[in-house]
């Protein structure tokens, strides 16, 4: 369950993503890190999810433009690992 559960996790952020609700994606990726940490994520899977995270609030500021490949790239990581 904790792999489908982060996947939605990648799901609904693209989601918020492209629905204009940044605080709302922002706030479930800073959400969700503990959570992964508390599963016993590996250390791969926790860097990961900190450059998803680094790259959604980029973006959130106008600092940084989220492609679609990065919801692809982190949903293909998760299935990988």
Do not use: C, K, N
């Not at 980029?58 to 949903?75: D, I, Q, S």
């Amino acid at each position: 369950m904790r792999f489908e559960q982060t996947l939605v996790a990648v799901g609904l952020v693209e989601v918020y993503y492209r629905e204009g609700r940044l605080d709302a994606a922002v706030g479930l990726v800073e959400e969700f890190l503990p959570i992964l940490t508390s599963w016993g994520m590996h250390v791969e899977g926790l860097g990961m999810w900190m450059l998803f995270r680094d790259a959604v609030f980029r973006h959130a500021t106008g600092r940084f433009a989220l492609g679609e490949g990065a919801f692809r790239g982190m949903t293909l990581s998760f299935h990988r690992s």
